[in-house]
């Protein structure tokens, strides 16, 4: 209980933390918001790691010289999608060894081929768009790569979706990080920018069932 009140206190204060890992680590900072950024998209047990915040802290650090913007915007973008690389491989290999029953509850081999079938109909945009959803971008090309989507398909959306992901909080950050009221709300514009980016995938996907329901009639949405 301690660690997660430790992990929530910094992810609310990351902008102080990392200003005195800067003065401490110097350029060696931009390693290790590489190792985060890597850890966040790669592994399916780091998904509280605070990568929107992090990248937009990072801008706003660029913007005062404490960091190298071209760096950031170079070597984070391949973090996230070496990150998302390990994560689908993983997935690939361990799912279908894993799913082998056709009786199990959990563990059924139908929800792998439906899994399959989901990712190659609407994969792209889905991995797109979890990009920016915290938590939800860690598990995506996990079971992308558990459903068995097609690799060229799944790298073309990832490596798009990387580097939108990236620069969209990165250079968010250098230019708005440092205004004053910014600053002052570090957390609540962070959450505000998240609900930005979620929100034409929610209304689509609230458009979407509203749709199949009024083509029923009689049937509950």
Not at 46 to 55: H, I, Q, R, Y
Not at 88 to 104: A, I, L, Q
Not at 137 to 166: C, E, H, Q
Request: proline share 5%; net charge positive.
């Amino acid at each position: 209980m301690e660690l997660l009140k430790y992990g929530i206190h910094v992810f609310i204060h990351l902008d102080t933390y990392l200003g005195g890992i800067i003065k401490d680590y110097g350029i060696w900072t931009h390693a290790l918001l590489f190792a985060v950024i890597f850890c966040e998209t790669g592994f399916v047990v780091t998904p509280f790691l605070p990568g929107d915040s992090l990248l937009f802290a990072g801008g706003a650090f660029a913007a005062l010289g404490s960091l190298n913007l071209t760096w950031l915007a170079v070597a984070l973008p391949f973090a996230a999608v070496a990150g998302d690389n390990v994560n689908y491989w993983t997935g690939r290999t361990v799912g279908p060894k894993v799913f082998t029953s056709t009786s199990s509850r959990w563990l059924n081999r139908k929800y792998l081929d439906r899994t399959h079938r989901f990712y190659e109909k609407h994969g792209g945009k889905t991995i797109v768009i979890a990009r920016f959803m915290p938590i939800i971008r860690t598990f995506t090309p996990f079971v992308a790569g558990i459903g068995s989507m097609t690799y060229p398909r799944f790298i073309s959306y990832d490596v798009a979706g990387g580097l939108l992901w990236i620069l969209t909080f990165t250079l968010g950050g250098y230019f708005f990080g440092n205004i004053p009221v910014v600053r002052h709300n570090f957390t609540m514009v962070i959450l505000a920018i998240i609900m930005v980016s979620v929100a034409p995938a929610v209304i689509g996907a609230l458009r979407q069932k509203w749709g199949k329901g009024k083509g029923r009639p009689g049937m509950a949405v």
